[in-house]
Nanobody, 123 residues
Framework: VQLQASGGGLVQAGGSLRLSCAASRRAFSNYAMGWFRQAPGKEREFVATISYSGATTSYASLVKGRFTISRDNAKNTVYLQMNSLKPEDTAVYYC?????????????????WGQGTLVTVSS
């Protein structure tokens, strides 16, 4: 599975962005999907995950209530809607696919990774 993330950019604090991650494979609907982020000098951290069907989601406490993960299996695409952005949300955001199908919060549970898209939030 090849993953292509897009939608990053520069935004002011309080603004919004929507990230997209397009998958190359028709079996996309068999994978749980996740978003992670990595800020300079920090480890990669979990942001959000969605089950293969889209019925179940989970969020990191730092983004809960501000970010929404969703998927369109007909388009082989997962999204991350980010609202009320803060400077501390600045990071490279990565999408990932997990063959275990259920939601997954650990990097070790993911089998495929996209190349990342940079989100910069100015104060």
């Amino acid at each position: 599975v090849q993953l292509q993330a897009s939608g990053g950019g520069l935004v002011q604090a309080g603004g919004s962005l929507r990230l997209s991650c397009a998958a190359s494979r028709r079996a996309f609907s068999n994978y749980a999907m996740g978003w992670f982020r990595q800020a300079p000098g920090k480890e990669r951290e979990f942001v959000a995950t969605i089950s293969y069907s889209g019925a179940t989601t989970s969020y990191a406490s730092l983004v809960k209530g501000r970010f929404t993960i969703s998927r369109d299996n007909a388009k082989n695409t997962v999204y991350l809607q980010m609202n009320s952005l803060k400077p501390e949300d600045t990071a490279v955001y990565y999408c990932a696919a997990s063959a275990q199908r259920r939601i997954a919060t650990m990097t070790s549970e993911y089998d495929y990774w996209g190349q990342g898209t940079l989100v910069t939030v100015s104060s």
